[in-house]
């Protein structure tokens, strides 16, 4: 019996043994996991690509914890760190910080925290990052692109050892002198040539631009700023290309209505020293094609409020209006008119343009009521203070059996007067059958709804911004039909200087995103 209770008595010990060894480990891990003993890891790490070459990096720093200061190291197409491309010291309240790298790369990234009270660097966390494209050119001056060569700059001494231009293949190695001031010169282009120059250090692409080089009057009419305007386009044969030399076409020959019953193209002789006219455009039978080309157009000169362009016979076919790098402002009326039951218009393509205080009084500023437009295209453009009385778009109901089709893509687009909720909209679309596609843009600053027609189809939307826009991107005034985007993100686009036209954006996620006219993303 004593037996069988010493044995019990020994058994009892041995597990009151094993269970306080057991919990004495145990404690000892949870201590140590914890972070009694080294600093905790950084979590939440976050990393994101901005200007295509630096990676920002964040992550959450907790109340309770002590680091004194984190260590991060890069390692390039090298995810076992075996070479430390870059380290970089960072104190708690430096986040989120950005590091510049280089371009094209994929980079291990790791973080430790270094305590501040002795204890033990933290482990590592680990994440990584992709690298775009550099893009080391900077940004052109005026004269840098001519009808037959072009000139590239780059920051002086950078690393830098070819240029090829295509189309065409063409290869144009960087001479150390060329090198050392950051300056290139490349002949022999084609003019009216879309090219890209993509700059090298050895295999390795530091940059990328894309640019069109000017006009080579050839078979085009010169007009100088002292000629008889009127009379140079009424002597032109349909299809000429009359190039304007810069200056302010303000003599009687010069301003007012011009009256086209052929195709006819106006640009300026060069893109930054646009000529300034004062004219309006009708259109009749005939007038196939328009295109304005880097030219200044101001609506002061007309009797009383005017149009830029206005379609003027019905039952017509018309052809195709391009405006391209144009500046056009002050107009009374609208930008594009045809109040024309069965008219018919190819297409009419706004591009690279800015358009600033078309009042839209006693019409809108794009107002097609009844004309078939077989595509409408808005893009890389901006849009200030037009449609203050009334509508962006409106297309009426007329000839049946075809698709008007709407496209606004990476434009900047504010209208701060156009305020009234029960009488203005982005789209007053009422043409039986029609399409739109609205991505890529940047809206400020209005209180109109985007439709109120029940015929108007759904858009399509994708990568749009609304700011103070409650309408677009809700419905907050519940009105009937409006058909809000409410995919598209509501950030404050910080613009330069909206005021007086300067709509840079200063918000770092839209620059990334790209959203807006891209002349306002630096």
């Known amino acids: 019996m004593k037996t069988k209770y010493i044995l019990k008595g020994l ?10 060894s057991g919990c004495e480990s145990y404690n000892e891990a949870v201590v140590d996991d914890i972070g009694a003993s080294r600093e905790f890891s950084p979590i939440g790490l976050t990393t994101r690509i901005r200007n295509q070459t630096t990676v920002e990096l964040n992550w959450t720093v907790k109340d ?74 900077l940004a052109s001056v005026d004269g840098d692109i001519d009808a037959k060569q072009v000139t590239l700059r780059w920051p002086a001494n950078s690393n830098v050892t070819q240029i090829v231009l295509s189309p065409g293949n063409i290869t144009h190695t960087i001479t150390p002198e060329e090198k050392a001031n950051g300056i290139a010169v490349i002949t022999g282009l084609t003019s009216e040539t879309a090219y890209t120059a993509t700059l090298f250090n050895g295999t390795k692409k530091r ?67 646009r000529p300034k006219l004062h004219v309006n455009f009708a259109l009749s039978n005939g007038a196939a094609n328009l295109s304005l080309i880097d030219l200044d157009l101001k609506g002061d000169k007309g009797s009383g409020g005017v149009s830029v362009i206005k379609f003027n016979d019905n039952n017509v076919t018309y052809g195709s209006v ?15 008119s045809a109040n024309l039951s069965a008219a018919r218009i190819t297409s009419i393509i706004i591009d690279n343009t800015v358009v600033t205080n078309v009042l839209t009084v006693g019409g809108e500023f794009i ?11 808005l893009k890389n453009s901006t849009f200030n203070n037009c449609a203050t009385a009334r509508y962006f778009i409106r297309m009426d ?62 858009p399509t939307f994708s990568g749009n911004n609304y700011f103070n826009t409650p309408n677009l991107n ?14 598209g993100t509501a950030l404050n ?30």
């Open 322 to 336: 391009l405006i391209s790098g144009c500046n056009i402002h002050d107009y009374g009326v609208s930008l594009i």
């Open 493 to 522: 686009p910080q613009f330069g200087n909206a005021a007086g036209g300067d709509f840079t954006i200063g918000n770092q996620t839209l620059k990334d995103n790209l959203v807006g006219d891209p002349r306002w993303i630096k």
């Open 367 to 377: 107002d097609l009521r009844g004309s078939y437009l077989g595509q409408l295209t």
């Open 207 to 273: 940059g990328d631009k894309a640019f069109t080089t000017g006009i080579d009057i050839g078979t085009g009419i010169l007009v100088r700023s002292t000629d008889d305007l009127m009379q140079k386009i009424a002597d032109a044969a349909s299809g000429s290309v009359l190039v304007l030399e810069p200056g302010d076409y303000l003599a009687d020959n010069q301003i007012g209505a011009i009256t086209l019953n052929k195709s006819i193209t106006l640009r300026g002789l060069r893109s930054f020293d």
């Open 11 to 20: 058994l009892a010990t041995l597990v009151m043994l094993l269970v306080f």
């Open 397 to 458: 109901a007329g000839l049946a059996g075809v698709t008007n089709n709407i496209l606004i893509d990476s434009c900047t687009i504010s209208n701060p007067n156009m305020v009234a909720t029960n009488a203005n909209s982005i789209l007053y679309i009422r043409f039986a059958s029609n399409a739109i596609i609205i991505k890529n843009t940047l809206f400020a600053n209005t209180l109109a709804p985007y439709t109120r027609e029940n015929v108007t189809a759904n």
């Open 64 to 137: 309770e914890e002590v680091a004194n200061y984190y260590v991060v190291e890069f390692s390039a197409d090298d995810p076992d760190f075996k070479t430390i491309y870059k380290t970089v010291k960072v104190a708690p309240k430096e986040l989120p910080i950005q590091v510049q790298l280089e371009g094209e790369t994929i980079y291990s990234i790791r973080v430790k925290a270094v305590s501040a009270a002795g204890l033990e660097d933290s482990k590592w966390s680990v994440t990584t990052a992709t690298t775009l494209t550099e893009q080391l050119y």
């Open 474 to 487: 809700g419905n907050v005034n519940a009105i009937g039909n409006n058909r809000p985007d409410t995919t």
